[in-house]
């Protein structure tokens, strides 16, 4: 059986038509009210559909980027999450997480531009799985510190704090070569959520935290209620 999952170009499936490309050709995203506007079409409510892009689709070779961000398009997508992008960004021989390997930069680079080229508006993360690395981080002994852990200590822990902040600089500032801008200002990069999965309801479940880490919450939190009198 020769199953194609490609749609037809011009066929009755074929949604490109959906999209008004380039994205970003009206400016910024804004929010008026309880919708999403652009900014060089005031009054006209927008909304975003789209899908999660993960893992190593995200680092496809670059015709196959293309392939996947067009077949999107005809499926009817205005817009694309880069998720769980950032753990194989960062160079694996590097000292730190905070070095990007060149050639993931590049395919990254390069999603980006061909989702901004037919239409389609990006949103990502600033930290998904991004791990720092062994004697990167005095906060945690100078052990590795991965997902669940880095949220948490992020939320009260200055060292770890600037250590996000840095990464997030250094993403942002970066100049797309295929469009000519950097991610923090090209109006086609219309969402960023801070930290994938972060609320503290969700990283505090039970066996997912070091006994450590719960008491220095804790700590913390005793400390807030002295000080607010509850």
């Known amino acids: 059986l020769d199953f ?27 929010i008026r009210g309880d919708h999403f506007e652009f900014a060089g079409k005031p009054g006209v409510p927008q909304r975003f559909y789209g ?7 995200n680092y496809q070779a670059k015709e196959e980027l293309r392939k996947t961000v067009l077949q999107l398009r005809k499926m009817g997508y205005n817009t694309i999450r880069i998720h769980h992008y950032d753990r194989d960004l960062v160079a694996g021989n590097g000292a730190d997480g905070l070095r990007f390997d060149p050639e993931k930069l590049d395919r990254l680079d390069y999603l980006f531009h061909q989702a901004r080229e037919n239409g389609m508006y990006v949103a990502i993360d600033l930290y998904t799985l991004r791990p720092a ?19 948490m200590f992020a939320a009260f822990d200055d060292e770890v704090f600037d250590n996000w902040k840095e990464f997030a600089r250094r993403w942002m500032t970066h100049k797309n070569p295929y469009t000519g801008m950097t991610w923090g200002e090209d109006p086609a990069l ?8 972060e609320s503290l309801l969700f990283v505090l479940k039970p066996n997912r935290i070091p006994p450590t880490v719960e008491v220095r919450y804790r700590k913390l939190f005793d400390e807030w209620k002295k000080k607010n009198n509850c």
């Open 4 to 30: 194609q999952v490609e749609v037809e170009p011009g066929s009755i499936l074929d949604f490109s038509d959906l999209t008004d490309a380039p994205a970003g050709k009206y400016g910024p995203v804004t």
């Open 51 to 57: 899908a999660n892009i993960c893992f190593g689709v």
């Open 133 to 151: 690395r062994r004697g990167e981080l005095k906060t945690a002994g100078g052990r590795e510190l991965r997902l669940q852990e880095y949220k």
């Open 190 to 197: 219309f969402c960023l959520n801070l930290v994938n999965e």
